[in-house]
């Protein structure tokens, strides 16, 4: 055999091998791919669709592992013309190149170096041969050249070109080609052209070199490609003035999906306590069709409430029998001037939807029937800051009515009396076992309670009501994460926090279309083809929307306002977020795959059916559920409640204005829209006018005026202009304007 002949660089190298000790195992392509979990967390729905890409590493950025055939061919030709020509023609060791270094250090001539891509790959791959602030010591060297051999030996040409442009930092905090390509070029790798890949290769051989070295660079080998590509020489001037900004840019952005504030807070409790903890992915109880609709439903309605000063919401979809939550949109997105704001958490004003609780509670313990009798008639209700004068939706006092009818519709009186029955205590109790958790006492809110005074959020008011769709048992949300599946026996069910039998009637009224028609209408936006119970509510101000109901499978929760707190124009609860509420629950239970029927749900124990009349015949009769031992055949109004006899007037008293009282405080409902809102004034004397604010307002024994907030002077003054008499009030709630005309319609 001819004696083989070795390269003097060559020998050396084999001298300094042999001397070497053994090297850890070499990972295969599979595994070092396995292993890239990248910078950001995906997070999916409960079925492993994306959701949404949320960075979770803050000290680097780093993509998605791209495959080689999914990288540009300019890229490729980019980066061996720069990093190593003949890497489809060594195993791993360039001699020749290794020589030429050597020779050049001799000499001290500057050349290319000789480290191969295989090479700087073993680098990346092994901690242990990780280039350090001083550079590689001889014995990384040494281990650098093994291991790229052995790379050679074990993996193809194409995962050694592929890991190497995965893993390779570019500049700064970029790491591989993914995050380079989407950071600088605001485009994936294979969309890379020559002058881009140019740039990214001069990268790749001095990361952080300053703009004018990195144009310097990329126009030299952009010359390069063009010689083997066979085109024009390129004009390089244009490829410096603006590399400085080119550098700078960051067009990928953090996150990037569908829901921003869930997947947030999924990876905060699947990391817990280890806030050095970065999943590559948290499966979560989401289901991304869902999330899809919800958040298009929000946008399309806050687009057309956009002229009434409407900007943010939020969605709360919640299963019933697991309490996992289904969607979460946390805000309106690009619509908002708050994006980050997490609406679904955020506190705010509960207005009328805690009144379903009061008579949940006033049921329970058999103060009331759903047929009982309550006045729903002016009332003035001393406060520390005044009297305060409830009024309705529609502007009406609607006399006796039912308590199906008070909270179906909504009524306020009625609300305010009941919790004068039950107690601010005993009902701010009652809220904290919803897990309402209010910040002050009852007595704090008094008996603004019943009207929904305290802050609230979004997911604790549903997952509320989800314990009225439940009978009354109540359980907290399940975390985001999806928790595996356990098998064995499940725990007992702990006491319900609502009566059962209460908590089905409140349904049952929730759920009744001709109850709420006195203030809704019979064709109300709230009416399903299916069954579903549902409340809504408004804050004082117009400051907030809320529609909050359930069906037999599922709670949906949604809230409308402005995340800055400023009042929105005339919307209320069935204007603003009802009509998102009854897309929700027409697509889960109509137009979802494998959406699920929504029948009446089955009675508990303790509960029967009744025939009730009415005497007077103040509602037609029907058919009602009691708590067993309060049912009624007849619900009649005693004496006291009978209409009085007039008055009779001395003719030489003087005339008296006998509502509003002076020292009045009128507070506004927000549920209902300013337009419809007027304020009944009364005298005993016939043939005189109303002034308000020196301004001839109506004449008559009474009128109905449009308030609008301020301090008013209200005079009765006859024919003359004598003031006959004169009482001081003061409206509040914002958002209202004076009739222009300052005009009172006689009553």
């Not at 995962?159 to 485009?187: C, H, M, T, W």
């Not at 991304?288 to 057309?304: C, F």
């Not at 949940?360 to 001393?382: G, K, V, Y």
Request: contains cysteine; charged residues 20%.
């Amino acid at each position: 055999m001819p004696r083989r002949r070795w390269h003097p660089a060559a020998l050396c190298v084999a001298i300094a091998l042999a001397c070497s000790g053994a090297l850890a195992a070499l990972p295969g392509f599979e595994a070092v791919r396995a292993g890239e979990a990248g910078s950001d967390t995906r997070v999916l729905d409960r079925h492993g669709e994306l959701l949404q890409r949320l960075r979770s590493n803050p000290q680097r950025r780093q993509g998605e592992w791209v495959r080689l055939e999914d990288m540009s061919i300019a890229l490729r030709q980019a980066l061996l013309l720069s990093e190593d020509r003949r890497f489809y023609e060594h195993a791993g060791i360039d001699w020749s190149a290794a020589a030429a270094a050597a020779w050049g250090r001799l000499w001290h001539n500057r050349t290319r170096g000789a480290s191969t891509i295989t090479m700087q790959l073993a680098g990346l791959i092994d901690d242990e041969l990780r280039l350090g602030p001083g550079g590689r010591s001889w014995g990384q060297k040494i281990g650098q050249v093994l291991t790229a051999r052995e790379l050679e030996s074990a993996w193809r040409k194409d995962q050694i070109l592929e890991a190497y442009l995965n893993l390779v930092p570019f500049r700064g905090e970029l790491v591989g080609i993914d995050a380079l390509s989407r950071s600088l070029f605001g485009k994936a790798a294979h969309g890379l052209d020559n002058t881009e890949a140019a740039i990214a290769a001069a990268l790749v051989r001095a990361p952080n070199a300053a703009p004018e070295r990195v144009t310097a660079r990329a126009c030299d080998l952009l010359r390069q490609m063009h010689t083997a590509q066979r085109l024009a020489p390129p004009r390089c001037e244009p490829l410096g003035w603006n590399m400085d900004a080119r550098l700078r840019r960051r067009d990928w952005t953090p996150s990037d999906g569908i829901a921003p504030h869930a997947a947030r807070r999924a990876l905060a409790q699947a990391s817990g306590d280890r806030a050095e903890f970065s999943p590559a992915a948290v499966h979560t109880t989401l289901w991304a069709p869902l999330q899809r609709i919800a958040s298009d439903l929000l946008n399309q309605q806050l687009r057309e409430l956009h002229s009434q000063r409407v900007q943010d919401g939020a969605i709360i979809v919640l299963d019933n029998a697991s309490g996992e939550v289904l969607a979460w949109v946390g805000s309106s997105g690009s619509l908002s001037e708050a994006p980050e704001v997490d609406a679904v958490l955020a506190q705010r004003q509960a207005g009328s939807t805690l009144k379903p609780f009061l008579y949940a509670q006033a049921i329970a313990q058999r103060r009331l029937t759903a047929a009982s009798l309550i006045e729903d008639a002016p009332t003035h209700i001393p406060t520390p800051s005044g009297l305060y004068i409830p009024q309705n939706y529609d502007r009406r006092f609607h006399g006796w009515v039912s308590v199906r009818t008070a909270l179906a519709s909504s009524l306020n009186t009625p609300a305010v009396r009941t919790l004068a029955m039950v107690s601010p205590n005993r009902f701010h109790q009652q809220l904290n076992r919803l897990g309402l958790e209010l910040r002050e006492t009852g007595d704090y809110f008094g008996l603004g309670l019943a009207l929904g005074s305290p802050e609230v959020s979004l997911l604790r008011l549903s997952n509320a009501y989800r314990a009225l769709a439940n009978q009354g048992h109540f359980s907290e949300v399940a975390p985001l994460p999806l928790a595996p599946r356990r098998s064995g026996a499940t725990p007992s069910p702990a006491p319900p926090a609502l009566d059962p039998a209460a908590s089905f009637i409140v349904g049952h009224i929730l759920s009744d279309s001709n109850a709420r028609a006195t203030t809704f209408g019979t064709d109300s936006i709230l009416a399903t083809r299916f069954w579903t119970a549902v409340k809504t509510g408004t804050s004082k101000d117009m400051r907030d929307n809320w529609a909050v109901g359930w069906s037999a499978r599922y709670t949906v929760g949604v809230w409308v306002g402005n995340a800055s707190g400023a009042p929105m124009g005339q919307v209320s609860g069935s204007t603003g977020a009802a009509p998102i509420w009854a897309g929700v629950m027409q697509w889960l239970h109509t137009q979802a795959p494998r959406h699920p029927a929504s029948g009446a749900p089955v009675p508990p124990p303790g509960l029967m059916a009744q025939a009730v009349a009415f005497e007077p015949r103040l509602e037609a009769p029907r058919q009602e559920w009691f708590i067993a031992g309060t049912q009624q055949a007849l619900m009649r109004l005693n004496d006291s409640a009978s209409p009085t006899t007039a008055r009779v007037r001395d003719p030489l008293a003087p005339a008296r204005i006998l509502s509003p009282t002076s020292g009045t405080i009128v507070a506004l409902d927000p549920d209902i829209p300013p337009r419809n809102q007027r304020l009944t004034l009364n005298s005993d004397a016939p043939g005189l006018r109303w002034r308000i604010d020196q301004r001839t307002v109506a004449r008559g024994e009474k009128a109905l005026w449009s308030p609008w907030p301020g301090v008013h002077r209200i005079e009765l003054v006859d024919a003359r202009g004598t003031v006959l008499d004169a009482v001081r009030i003061e409206v509040r709630g914002a958002g209202l304007k004076a009739d222009p005309r300052g005009k009172a319609k006689p009553h």
